[in-house]
C-alpha cells in the first residue's frame, strides 16, 4: 500500500475499530480507552498515516494557522520573541505567517487584512505606532488576537509585554549608584508606548536621585544601529556624559560601533547600558551589561494567551489581560565607576 493511499479507513481496519474510534483518538474528541488507543496509535505508526490539516480544518471550521506580525525581522530581539510563538503553535499543530510590518500602519493594516482572507485562526501582533484603528478592526471582526512586546494603553485587548519603566529605572539606577549622573539616553520613536515608559522610567531613577533631568542628553536613535551610532556620537561631541543607555538592542550596537570609531575605551572612558541580553552581549570584550527582557517568556506566553482563545471558540474575554514580564539586570564588564578624569 502506498503513503498516498493510506486513508482513515486503513488505519481502522489495522487497528481493528471504527473510523470514528480513529478520528477520536487523533482529534481527542470523546473518551477512548487506553487499550484502544495504544492499537490506533500503533496502527498510524506502522502506516505512516499523517491525517490531513485541510480535512481537520474543514471539519473543525479552522485553517490550523495564525499570523504573526512583527515589524523588523531582522532584530535579534523579536526572532527570539518568534520562537516562544513557535512553541506554543507546534504544541497546538499549528503552522506560521510571518509578516514584516516595518511599524508601518499601511502595511500593519493590509497584513492584517491578508490573514484575514487566509482565515488564520487567529494573530498575534507587535503594533505599530499609530496602529490601534487597524487593530481595533480586529475586535469588531471578532478575531482572536494578542498584542505582543507593545502596550497599546487603554485598549481592551490581551497583551503581553515586558515592564520597560522597571527595567530602564533599574539601568539607570545601576548607573547612578556606579557614580554616574551625565548618563545619556539612546530612545526609539516616542510614539511608541515602550520607548514613553523607558524615558519615563530614565526619568524617575534621576528624580529619585536628586539628578536634574537634562533634555540635550536624551536623542531621538530611532531603533536602529545607523541612528545608534550617529546618537552616540552626537552626545560625546557635544555633551560631558560618564554613560550611555541605549534603550533597545539595534541602538546599543550602534552605540558600541560609534565608541569603537572614536577610539573609546569602555568603561574606563564611558560606560554603556544595553537592552535586551541576545548573543553577542556575552562574548564582546568586555561584555556588555543590558536589560534582559526575556522575549522567549513574552513570545511564550502570547501564544497561550491566543491558542487558549481558539480553542475556547471565543475571541473576548470578560477581562483583557496585562501581563508584564519583568525584566533582570545582568551586569557585566561594559560599566564602571566614571574615572577621575570624567567625574571633572
Not at 524615558?199 to 536634574?212: C, E, M, R, T, V
Request: charged letters at 25%; one cysteine or more; hydrophobic letters at 35%.
Amino acid at each position: 500500500m502506498s503513503k498516498q493511499a493510506i486513508t482513515i479507513k486503513d488505519v481502522a481496519q489495522r487497528a481493528d475499530v471504527s473510523i470514528a474510534t480513529v478520528s477520536n483518538v487523533i482529534n481527542g474528541t470523546r473518551f477512548v480507552s487506553e487499550e484502544l488507543q495504544k492499537r490506533v496509535r500503533a496502527a498510524i505508526e506502522e502506516l505512516d498515516y499523517r491525517p490531513s490539516a485541510i480535512g481537520r480544518g474543514l471539519r473543525k471550521g479552522r485553517t490550523y494557522s495564525i499570523g504573526v506580525l512583527l515589524p523588523d525581522p531582522r532584530n535579534q530581539f523579536f526572532q527570539i520573541v518568534a520562537q516562544g510563538i513557535e512553541e506554543q503553535a507546534e504544541l497546538h499543530d499549528h503552522s506560521i505567517w510571518y509578516c514584516n510590518t516595518r511599524d508601518e500602519p499601511s502595511r500593519e493594516r493590509e497584513y492584517i487584512s491578508m490573514m484575514e482572507g487566509r482565515g488564520v485562526d487567529g494573530i498575534i501582533i507587535a503594533p505599530s505606532p499609530g496602529g490601534r484603528d487597524s487593530i481595533r478592526s480586529l475586535q469588531e471582526r471578532r478575531v482572536p488576537f494578542v498584542l505582543v512586546v507593545r502596550q497599546i494603553e487603554r485598549f481592551a485587548a490581551d497583551q503581553v509585554f515586558a515592564d520597560s519603566i522597571t527595567g530602564a529605572y533599574e539601568a539607570t539606577r545601576h548607573l547612578i549608584a556606579l557614580g554616574h549622573q551625565q548618563i545619556g539616553l539612546l530612545t526609539g520613536v516616542r510614539e511608541i508606548q515602550t520607548f514613553k515608559e523607558r524615558l519615563f522610567g530614565y526619568q524617575k531613577a534621576l528624580q529619585d536621585h536628586s539628578i536634574p533631568f537634562e533634555a540635550a542628553l536624551v536623542v531621538d536613535a530611532y531603533s536602529h544601529i545607523k541612528e545608534g551610532c550617529e546618537a552616540t556620537r552626537h552626545l560625546l561631541e557635544n555633551t560631558d556624559i560618564t554613560a550611555v543607555f541605549a534603550t533597545n538592542y539595534p541602538m546599543t550596537l550602534g552605540a558600541l560601533k560609534c565608541i569603537r570609531e572614536m577610539q573609546i575605551e569602555y568603561p574606563g572612558e564611558i560606560s554603556l547600558i544595553g537592552f535586551d541580553d541576545l548573543d553577542c552581549t556575552s562574548i564582546l570584550h568586555p561584555p556588555l551589561t543590558v536589560v534582559d527582557q526575556k522575549p522567549y517568556d513574552i513570545g511564550c506566553m502570547a501564544g497561550k494567551l491566543l491558542f487558549d482563545k481558539i480553542e475556547s471558540g471565543s475571541s473576548k474575554r470578560q477581562e483583557s489581560q496585562l501581563i508584564k514580564i519583568p525584566p533582570r539586570i545582568v551586569v557585566r564588564g561594559s560599566t564602571a565607576e566614571p574615572s577621575p578624569r570624567q567625574r571633572r
